[in-house]
């Protein structure tokens, strides 16, 4: 696909809660065409490592449906080393937004399913993942700790970028993905530079880019919720 918005803005977004009745929490969240299926399910019981702590639990799973990508891939395929490290990254940023101690006895599992995927398929599974886990809480009377997002950025064709579509992303100089909480508050940084390198200015500039931009995702996600 191709980019319909400027450079400096996010693509088109759209949360929709509530669209599985049978998980605990669900979000089908949309940014241009990248669309990912978020659930949430609750479970009593903590992972074996947490048997004598006084916290819950939270972890995620990641994946892409075979024809979610151009040409259809295997759904084994999906399973591999790229999908447990975006896996991996989604569960930290989103226990970063519960208080475990007040969770104590449950887990919640997050499933993010790429039906489409255009670009920053991770940091969407984020920003649905968080909407999917506050509707979880809900259920046990429970509130977030705190809010989460994310967006990608990047340097394509020497201009710098946020939230990069797959044509932009598979020829991006260098690769940003931000996970904030509201007022400024960076969670995770992963940068990268793919092709040279990139300077400490620009790499400020897309941090700038990514506070800026931030407030209009947790807008989307508030809305949401509120519309639920």
Not at 94 to 101: F, G, I, K, S
Not at 165 to 182: G, I, K, T
Not at 220 to 226: G, I, R, S, W
Request: with cysteine.
């Amino acid at each position: 696909m191709t980019r319909s918005h400027q450079a400096h803005a996010l693509r088109p977004l759209s949360i929709e809660v509530g669209v599985n009745p049978y998980a605990e929490g669900s979000a089908l969240i949309q940014f241009g065409q990248t669309k990912v299926l978020c659930t949430a399910t609750v479970e009593e019981g903590v992972p074996r490592f947490l048997a004598d702590s006084p916290q819950g639990w939270v972890t995620a799973e990641y994946g892409m449906l075979p024809r979610s990508t151009h040409s259809r891939n295997s759904r084994s395929s999906q399973q591999g080393g790229r999908a447990q490290e975006i896996s991996r990254l989604i569960g930290r940023s989103l226990r970063a937004a519960v208080n475990m101690r007040l969770l104590r006895g449950y887990t919640i599992r997050i499933d993010c399913d790429v039906l489409v995927a255009d670009g920053s398929t991770r940091c969407a599974s984020i920003c649905g993942g968080y909407v999917a886990l506050a509707g979880a809480l809900k259920r046990l009377n429970l509130e977030p700790a705190r809010q989460i997002a994310a967006l990608s950025l990047g340097k394509v064709d020497g201009e710098l970028m946020a939230d990069l579509c797959y044509a932009e992303d598979s020829r991006a100089e260098v690769d940003m993905n931000m996970v904030l909480a509201p007022s400024g508050q960076i969670i995770e940084l992963q940068a990268t530079a793919e092709d040279g390198h990139i300077s400490a200015a620009e790499t400020a500039q897309l941090i700038d880019m990514g506070l800026k931009l931030a407030p209009q995702i947790f807008e989307a996600q508030n809305m949401a919720l509120k519309n639920a």
